[in-house]
């Protein structure tokens, strides 16, 4: 994983850490030939783990900050197979073909899985640090048919104090993974 300290970074744009990163790109399960679709692309973080894992990555972000911010990062780590697309990800899926999806952005979730689901997508891991979104997606997913995993993931970070080491725990993310069965 790159560290987190190497991405360009953007006031107000968020990106997801890396130890999140190592987590949800194992559960994506991905193989050289998959093309992937990033919903919410935020600062990129996602979109360059998987392009160097991936044939194509297809990014979509409806924040121009959070498109530029993700453009600076797949220049500065030389990614050459993604492109990134301004927009809500609900008027933009269509426009693309790929086989796997990872979403870090959860505006209109449901209205998104609706649409996956049309398109027969094999795996969809998505990363939330809402409670109620969380719920809400693992239902989504249950009433389209998938096979659903989820789990919470703590990170804690160590520091050096005058006494000795401590860990400073990051809120909990909820990593959820759908399959087709
Ligand atoms: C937590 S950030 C993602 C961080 C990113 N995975 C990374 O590694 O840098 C979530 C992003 O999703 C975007 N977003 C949320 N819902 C969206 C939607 N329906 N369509 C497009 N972008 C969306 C937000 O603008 C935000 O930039």
Same mark, same amino acid.
């Given at each position: 994983?790159?560290?987190?300290?190497?991405?360009?970074?953007?006031?107000? !744009?968020?990106?997801?850490?890396?130890?999140?990163?190592?987590?949800?790109?194992?559960?994506?399960?991905? #193989?050289?030939? #998959?093309?992937?679709?990033?919903?919410?692309?935020?600062?990129?973080?996602?979109?360059?783990?998987?392009?160097?894992?991936?044939?194509?990555?297809?990014?979509?972000?409806?924040?121009?900050?959070?498109?530029?911010?993700?453009? $600076?990062?797949?220049?500065?780590?030389? !990614?050459?197979?993604?492109?990134?697309?301004?927009?809500?990800?609900? #008027?933009?899926?269509?426009?693309?073909?790929? $086989?796997? !999806?990872?979403?870090?952005?959860?505006?209109?979730?449901?209205?998104?899985?609706? *649409?996956?689901?049309?398109?027969? *997508?094999?795996?969809?891991? &998505?990363?939330?640090?809402?409670?109620?979104?969380?719920?809400?997606?693992?239902?989504?997913?249950?009433?389209?048919?998938?096979? &659903?995993?989820? !789990?919470? &993931?703590? &990170?804690?970070?160590?520091?050096?104090?005058?006494?000795?080491? *401590?860990?400073?725990?990051?809120?909990?993310?909820?990593?959820?993974?759908?399959?087709?069965?």
């Amino acid at each position: 994983m790159i560290q987190d300290s190497e991405f360009f970074r953007m006031e107000g !744009v968020p990106i997801t850490k890396e130890e999140i990163r190592a987590v949800s790109i194992g559960k994506l399960n991905l #193989d050289p030939e #998959d093309v992937v679709l990033d919903i919410g692309c935020g600062s990129g973080g996602m979109s360059v783990e998987i392009s160097k894992r991936s044939k194509f990555v297809y990014s979509i972000d409806n924040s121009e900050d959070a498109k530029n911010t993700t453009l $600076n990062n797949l220049k500065k780590f030389n !990614v050459e197979n993604c492109t990134v697309s301004l927009g809500n990800a609900e #008027d933009l899926i269509s426009k693309f073909d790929f $086989n796997k !999806v990872f979403i870090g952005g959860t505006q209109n979730i449901e209205q998104i899985l609706e *649409i996956l689901k049309e398109k027969n *997508i094999e795996r969809i891991v &998505v990363n939330t640090i809402v409670l109620e979104n969380s719920v809400k997606i693992i239902n989504k997913f249950e009433e389209l048919g998938y096979n &659903v995993d989820f !789990v919470n &993931v703590s &990170v804690s970070y160590g520091k050096k104090i005058n006494s000795g080491h *401590i860990m400073l725990s990051k809120n909990p993310i909820t990593i959820i993974t759908a399959t087709l069965k």
